[in-house]
């Protein structure tokens, strides 16, 4: 072979047509080209990208002699139109995929090949040595592409070139490859360096520090056995990533992390993660919030662990579905109700956040133990549940068309959310399956499902409205019940509110195609592209609906939520002697409510501080627990001030989000799943009693600010 180098790009490549959809720097790619180099040294010359432009330009400039693509089902279209861009400019060039969007069996691996012509192998599972035996491959041919594909390949899957246009289409598939143990095997791409230019100000930095779950949720690729076991790499190792992070980071004023650990806080060496992390913010400022999962098992050491943070992480109960023949059906277990009962109650008293997960429809829920789940989850007292559409995804079992046939599904296409772009004169979609029924749970159920879903996410979720289902439950009124309340009293809500609502389900049965090629002939027409340019369609429509809830029409669903619960409590106690008491409270919680949210997400909003005068403590009314009248609460001395502030912390927050992701709805939309749970952007409080600013809902300040998620 020549003495030139093996010339590898490789991508993690995102959609940038209105924002960075996925804006993390790409540590996946940077293990991969990490390992390569430790194993080929000044043999290869690599590059990483992760914008699409970029990765476009340089392969006309400077073609190379292999390019590898991560392949999720937000990127899979997009990766297969740069292969083949670069199987154009340079028909030699060996183009590789690999990432979670891949079948399983070898029927649907060959199909799904069979759709992508310009990819000549992939990748099974990790990727690492996978990539490292296709460059060898490349050295052993002496970069001729004729006797590349001659034998297999180990840790990788491919068609034999002159099989793929014929009926005999052949696969040739190498022996699965043993996962790496020792992941400290794979060095840094953080220390070595290679992922510095992603420090650009536009991306998130991801860390990992551990890899395997122990659960096997048919909905999951991670469900696999492949992946039960657990591999770690070392204490140092993740404190050296972490302080090298914090160090860039702090300085481009980025303010969040994600975690790409799936079950992090179960394990106890996630306690000194911990510890690095705090030790980070104290020298850098940095992380001021972390987006992560965390197992859903060992929940007293998640509390324990993550406690170290205050209120950095929001727990989240995963449950999925509170049915329990759903989760036979989908083989999983869920922590027990009551203890969910007992660490929301314990995780209130702290002040911190607490999270619930839905996914509708699984096999074998209805429509009424759906509503019962809900109901549950609510009553148990979760800050927030995330209701999330089913999705068909490639190495799960809802892939697989005999057990589509025995749970009866129906599914449709949609594009992912802002997940499109013209490159090169060429439109480019990514979309995915998603399941919009089942034998047991029909359409109709889904769109009453889907806005079931909204409400829960604008009205609960967060926290905004959140002193009005406390005190309804003083007159016996779940906070499932009042959302239903609210959405069957719909049409007597402001305009603007009604748009909303309306607008949505209207938007819910439009992102919904019967097959691929619909959704691609619809599209790709001008017209219709233009409309995703605008943030007309396309976008993820609960956060986007949520984002303009609050925005646009947050004073007037706090008008709307406080005539309905006095109306309803007027009905549901029709002897009471008088109600005036009651009217006054409701409308003081109205009145603090529009003070806490106020310039919530608006980049016009002054952010000055404000200050209202009120009868009653609030402030300690939510303290001790909600669990008595306000009139237990009123001033001694008449109406006292409360000032509402924005702290230092969260306007240096306000201005990061603000200026990697935008302002416009779809912007907003992101910025939603970014921040650490709606509350931590509530204005801060201060009264007679405390002088300094504290978080509404902790008596103790703490300005960690984080979110994750516990799922299995």
């Keep these: 072979m020549s003495n030139t180098k093996l010339k590898i790009y490789l991508g993690d490549i995102t959609y940038d047509t209105i924002i960075y959809v996925s804006d993390t720097i790409p540590i996946n790619i940077g293990y991969v080209g990490s390992y390569i180099k430790k194993n080929f040294g ?10 699409p432009n970029d990765i476009l330009k340089k392969l006309k400039e400077d073609p190379p002699d292999m390019i590898g693509l991560s392949n999720y089902s937000w990127n899979s279209n997009l990766s297969e139109f740069i292969a083949s861009f670069a199987k154009k400019i340079n028909p030699n060039v060996i183009t590789v995929q690999g990432g979670t969007n891949f079948p399983y069996d070898e029927y649907s691996q060959k199909k799904f090949l069979i759709n992508r012509p310009s990819t000549d192998v992939y990748t099974i599972l990790e990727g690492e040595k996978s990539c490292t035996n296709i460059v060898q491959r490349i050295f052993d041919v002496n970069k001729n592409i004729k006797n590349f594909f001659e034998t297999p390949i180990d840790g990788c899957i491919f068609i034999k070139p002159e099989t793929r246009n014929t009926k005999n289409v052949t696969t040739v598939k190498g022996k699965i490859l043993d996962r ?18 992603f420090f650009d100000g536009n991306l998130t930095p991801f860390l990992e520090t551990n890899r395997g779950c122990p659960f096997t949720c048919s909905f999951c690729h991670t469900g696999d056995f492949y992946f039960h076991k657990l591999n770690k790499f070392s204490e140092k190792r993740v404190k050296e990533e972490i302080d090298y992070i914090g160090k860039k980071a702090g300085k481009l004023g980025i303010t969040n992390l994600h975690l790409a650990d799936v079950n992090f806080g179960m394990y106890p060496t996630d306690k000194k993660t911990c510890e690095f992390f705090l030790e980070s913010k104290k020298k850098y400022n940095w992380p001021l919030q972390i987006i992560g999962t965390t197992g859903k098992n060992a929940k007293e050491r998640v509390i324990e662990i993550t406690g170290i943070l205050g209120d950095m992480f929001a727990i989240n109960m995963a449950m999925q579905s509170m049915s329990e023949t759903v989760l036979k059906n989908i083989e999983r277990t869920n922590i027990k109700l009551d203890h969910m009962d007992t660490i929301n109650e314990h995780l209130r008293k702290e002040g911190r956040n607490t999270m619930g997960e839905l996914i509708v429809p699984l096999p074998g829920e209805t429509k009424e133990s759906f509503i019962d789940g809900l109901n549950t989850m609510l009553n148990s007292g979760v800050s927030s549940v995330c209701i999330y559409t089913l999705m068909m995804l490639h190495g799960t079992k809802f892939q697989e068309p005999e057990y589509r046939k025995k749970f009866g599904y129906e599914s449709k296409f949609r594009i992912v959310p802002l997940d499109f772009g013209e490159y090169e004169g060429h439109k480019i979609f990514d979309y995915e399956e998603v399941g919009i029924a089942s034998k047991d749970f029909s359409f ?13 996410e604008s009205l609960h979720n967060g926290r905004p409205f959140d002193e009005f289902f406390k005190y309804a439950k003083l007159f016996d009124i779940q906070p499932a019940t009042m959302l239903k309340i609210l959405y069957d009293n719909i049409s007597n809500a402001s305009e603007d509110i009604k748009r909303v609502v309306n607008d949505f389900i209207n938007e819910t049965k439009g992102e919904l195609w019967e097959s691929e090629e619909e959704l691609l002939k619809h599209y790709r027409k001008e017209e219709n592209y233009q409309k995703l340019k605008k943030g007309e369609v396309g976008g993820n429509l609960i956060y986007k609906y949520k984002s303009l809830s609050i925005v646009k029409c947050g004073s007037s669903w706090i008008d709307f939520i406080e005539k309905q619960l006095f109306e309803t409590i007027k009905d549901k106690y029709p002897t009471m002697k008088s109600y005036l008491k009651i009217e006054d409270e409701i409308s003081e919680i109205a009145k603090f409510c529009k003070s806490k949210i106020s310039g919530l997400l608006d980049v016009n909003s002054d952010v000055s501080p404000i200050s209202s005068k009120f009868n009653y403590n609030i402030v300690e009314w939510i303290d001790e627990g909600c669990i008595k009248r306000l009139k237990n609460y009123e001033f001694e001395n008449g109406k006292e001030k409360i000032c509402f502030e924005y702290s230092n912390d969260q306007i240096v927050m306000r201005r990061d989000y603000f200026k990697r992701y935008g302002t416009g709805i779809n912007a907003l939309s992101k910025i939603v799943t970014r921040i650490a749970g709606l509350e931590s952007q509530f204005r801060k409080i201060k009264n007679n009693e405390f002088n300094e600013l504290r978080n509404i809902y902790k008596k103790v300040d703490d300005q960690w600010l984080t979110k994750y998620a516990m799922s299995g």
Excluded at 43 to 51: A, G, P, R, T
Excluded at 444 to 456: P, S
């Design 180 to 197: 790496i143990k020792d992941l400290d095997e794979i060095p840094s791409p953080y220390l070595t360096g290679i992922l510095d230019k």
């Design 444 to 456: 109709g159920d889904y769109l009453g499902a889907r806005a079931m879903a909204l409400l829960v």
């Design 42 to 51: 000044d043999k290869v010359d690599i590059e990483l990208f992760k914008y």
